[in-house]
Every structure is written in structure tokens, then in C-alpha cells.
């Protein structure tokens, strides 16, 4: 499944754990010899919400939320487990998201989730910053200083506005910005083109993964950094354009984020094979 072209291999584990996740993710995930995708979603039951959603990233490492994957988690539950509700709760490493599902010929289109409030104290990020927040801080990344807004949205982002978003080298900075010593467990990097008001065009360098079409927490990063900084208006929805899409985000008390969820094929995967041997059975 894919939101805005942020495309995950989701496995039902309601009945069933998966052995090694990270393992798996690195396998499935490499588009060259494999299924491809930005990584693993993992679907198991939860204590406290509808499911719990557990996200691995193409290197292996396990992320905290996925706003685009959570999406089509909402997707998966109401369309092929039968939960049929209009609000979902899902369970995440960064706490328990709500989610608001938009109906399309009896399927879910689109998803509204709840993000939660933005996170600005520089330890919660993390980011090694001093004083009460990383926002307008001044970052030298390889040889050029940079003016960043630094932010949690359940994961851990840096965003940076520039002039022109598509005519940056992601290949050569992104992993600088990842790996920065200020960010002790790596950053995601949303670079911000501001197109008018409320309107925003990114491209983003997600820990663990590259450059990715689409990152659904990253938009609300760069939503909240706009507002901070007065190019978007609190309250209103900021349209965020992506490569992989747009996605609708309104930061208010709370972010919230709107966005399609779409289901790309359903497959299964023989787990009595190496993993090094890939089967791959379905329509």
C-alpha cells in the first residue's frame, strides 16, 4: 500500500508475529532484487487501540510513526479485517493516533489522522540544541551554514527553507544532515520551497530510507516550521506538494494531516524459505 506514493509492505500479524522485522525489511525492501518499498509496516493486535503499527525502515532500523503508513493501516483494518468504523485508533511507538476515515464507494480514500502537538523542547526531539527550543538555530553542514527549525512529530526532523527545492544535490546532503553529530539518533531533513500562502513544496531525506517520494510526519514538520515562521496561518489547512503528492495539513492545537491511502497488490510471502529467497504468490 501507498500514501502519496510512500509506499510500505504491510504484514497481518493478528495472528501471527513475524521473526526478524528487521532482517525482512532490509530483503523485501531493496527495489533492485526485490519486492521494493520504503520499508516494513508490521499490523498486530493492540491492548489499547484498534491495532498497533510497527514501521521498519529499509536499512533495518525500526522507526517511531509513519503518517503516511498509518494511513493505510486505517485502510487495511476497515477494508480487509472488517473493522468497519469511521474513527480508528492505532497504537504507534510515539503513542496512540486517531484516525478519521473518508469513505469512497465503501472503501477508505483518504484518512485524517491525528498527529498530536508538535514537540520543541531540544531533548524530546532530540537535538543537541541549548535553551527551550531548535527553532531558527544556525547548523554548518559540511562547509555551509544552514537555518533550520527542528521539530518532533513522533520522529525527529530538521527543516530548511530554500529558494528551490529541485535543483538541490539530496544525494550529497541528505545523509550529512542524517548523520549530524547534533542529532544523536539521525534526523529527517525536509527541505521547503514556500510557494505562496499557505502553500509549501518539499522534498524530504528520511533517516534509514533516502530521498522518498512522500513523508506524511516530515509535511507536518514543515507545516508547523511554516507557521513558525509566518508563511502559513495557524488554524487554516497548508497544502503541502510532495513528489509523490499532496497532503492537507492544519496545525492548530494539534496537527492534522489529510491524505489518500491506496492499495497497490496483496501478496504472500513464504517465511519457510531463506530470506535471501523470496516468494511472492497472489494477484
Known amino acids: 500500500m501507498h500514501g502519496t506514493a510512500n509506499d510500505y509492505i504491510y504484514f497481518d500479524c493478528f ?22 518499498g520504503d520499508g516494513i509496516i508490521l499490523i498486530e493486535p493492540s491492548a489499547v487501540a484498534d491495532a498497533k503499527m510497527r514501521i521498519f525502515n529499509a536499512d533495518g532500523s525500526e522507526g517511531n510513526m509513519c503518517g503516511n503508513g498509518i494511513r493505510c493501516v486505517g485502510k487495511f483494518l476497515h477494508d ?23 469513505l469512497n464507494g465503501g472503501e477508505v480514500g483518504s484518512v485524517t489522522v ?4 508538535p514537540i520543541f523542547a531540544p ?25 533550520v527549525y527542528c521539530l518532533s512529530m513522533g520522529n525527529p526532523h530538521c527543516v530548511v527553507f530554500c529558494e528551490d527545492v529541485d535543483r538541490l544535490e539530496l544525494e550529497k546532503i541528505g545523509p550529512l544532515f542524517e548523520r549530524h553529530e547534533v542529532f544523536p539518533e539521525r534526523v529527517n531533513t525536509e527541505f521547503v520551497q514556500v510557494m505562496g500562502r ?25 507545516a508547523v516550521a511554516a507557521v513558525v ?18 497532503l492537507k495539513i492544519r496545525y492548530d492545537r494539534t496537527v492534522l494531516m489529510t491524505g489518500e491511502a491506496v492499495m497497490a497488490f496483496c501478496g504472500v510471502f513464504d517465511e519457510n524459505l531463506s530470506y ?4 511472492r504468490r497472489g494477484n
Open 229 to 246: 515562521c509566518g508563511f502559513a496561518a495557524r488554524g487554516e489547512e497548508i497544502s503541502v506538494s510532495l513528489k509523490g503528492g499532496t
Open 80 to 102: 480487509v479485517k472488517g473493522i468497519k468504523k469511521e474513527k480508528l485508533s492505532i497504537e504507534t511507538r510515539s503513542g496512540v493516533k486517531t484516525l478519521t476515515l473518508k
Open 198 to 222: 499557505n502553500a509549501l513544496k518539499m522534498r524530504v531525506y528520511e533517516r534509514g530510507s533516502g530521498e522518498t517520494f512522500s513523508c506524511g510526519t516530515g509535511a507536518c514538520a514543515a
Open 276 to 279: 535471501g529467497n523470496i516468494c
Open 15 to 36: 495472528e501471527k508475529p513475524l521473526n526478524d522485522p528487521e532482517l525482512l525489511a532490509k530483503v523485501l525492501s531493496d527495489r533492485r532484487r526485490s519486492i521494493g
Open 123 to 147: 531533548a524530546d526531539i532530540p537535538a543537541n540544541f541549548s535553551g527551550d527550543d531548535a527553532l531558527g538555530k544556525t547548523l554548518r553542514v559540511g562547509e555551509t551554514d544552514y537555518k
Open 114 to 117: 491525528d498527529m498530536g502537538a
